[in-house]
């Protein structure tokens, strides 16, 4: 198994910027890919970006390309989300997940493909 920890979240105004931090430990050998969900109230969880930790391959979410950049250090075990031009619709508990599964083309990771989950960290955006 392995254990995630996010940090970084927080209040933000519109068009700020946030960078979110995922630290995995455990069995992080099983772990070919990382990605980051968000879910926001009464909706449903939502994919934003994935990264494999090999080649550093990435995807995302058509609602964050452009503006969020998911970026990995394999020597510390972390991953990111740098978030820039943050809309109130971006506003929603942010999740990181580890996937044992290996696809060479991220985008065809979904969430179940993703074993492991953090406890999130809240992202608010005001208007």
């Known amino acids: 198994q392995v254990q995630l920890v996010e940090s970084g979240g927080g209040l933000v105004q519109a068009g700020g910027s946030l960078r979110l931090s995922c630290a995995a430990s455990g069995r992080t050998f099983n772990s070919y890919a990382m990605g980051w969900f968000r879910q926001a109230p009464g909706k449903e969880r939502e994919f934003v970006a994935a990264?494999?930790?090999?080649?550093?391959?990435?995807y995302y979410a058509d609602s964050v390309k452009g503006r969020f950049t998911i970026s990995r250090d394999n020597a510390k075990n972390t991953v990111y989300l740098q978030m820039r031009s943050l809309k109130p619709e971006d506003t929603a508990v942010y999740y990181c997940a580890a996937s044992p599964v290996y696809y060479r083309d991220t985008s065809y990771y979904t969430a179940a493909d993703f074993g492991s989950w953090g406890q999130g960290t809240q992202v608010t955006v005001s208007s």
């Open positions: 990264i494999r930790w090999s080649g550093g391959s990435t």
